[in-house]
């Protein structure tokens, strides 16, 4: 008998050092920095355990202060962090954020040295879903080799969870993208792309029933298509279910992606429909976008099940602003996503 899994979702990748301007301008004119959280995959382990699941995040950071920090703050909202590798010989990676620009310090990064074997299968496997994302590959070639053996059939393999969140910068130099990520995408059971990561990766065009002729393997198949909504296809099935998203007076753009994985996987681990599924998705996408920080905390599950139960006509109609949330457990860290 396989073992009873550990946690609910385990998420593998790298978090960083975020440095948020104290005011707004070009990095050249900004006088100092906040230091803040980074990291896709983080960013989806901490609104699943602001969500009451039980989430691991793992990674890799430098045997230095901003590793510390990183696994301190990580921690601080109930995310096991127990298989982070700390490396003696590399630093934790950092990047600046001011507006449009991002700057990114991490080539050599302690996250990029992870690799098949710095990665114990015994640790990413000890969840129900295992999450993870395309920027993870385009960190070096161990990194790559790391997620091929992730994505691969394997005994007790948990379901696969892939979020291509596309990167223009970290993939430039590389003219294999689309087959790597392709690849990737193809091997795991839920997959999460952006119409506009699908037209920018892979040249697809033609909207979401493109991008599932493209990409048949997965059991689902999630197509972001910004603020109109969402289609997910199961199985077979040659046309999608599609999901409005609410209108959002939106505050702050950064983060929405992550959220909308973890409001959709932690209705997926609750079983719930997928049309829940999908409003979940945009519900908690919603929290990220109205809330003044990167990282908001999920919405209270009660009050998202109502919401998500709404007759289509209201769902229509529905209208989320910055207050929207309120009562929900105050963020412990700002955060961005890399």
Known sequence: MPPTPRFDAVCLGESMVTFLPSRPGALAEVPSFERALGGAESNVACTLAGAGHSARWIGRVGDDGFGDYLVRAVSSYGVDTSAVARDPDRRTG???????????YRSGSAASAMSPATVDTADTDAGRVLHLTGITPALSEDCLALMRALTGRRPRRPLVSFDVNYRDELWR????TPDVLLELARRCDIVFVGEDEAEAAWGVTGGPRAVRSALPEPGALIVKQGPAGATAFTGDAPTGVFSPAPAVEVSALVGAGDAFAAGFLSSTLRGLPL????????LTAAAALTAPGD??????????DALAALPDEEWGTLRLGPDWTDGARPCAERAATP
């Open 295 to 304: 990282l908001a905390p999920p919405p209270d599950r009660g009050r998202a």
């Open 275 to 282: 049309v829940s599924r999908l409003r979940h998705g945009h």
């Open 94 to 104: 950092v990047y600046f954020r001011t507006g449009r620009e991002r700057i990114y």
């Open 173 to 176: 130099d590389a003219p294999d």
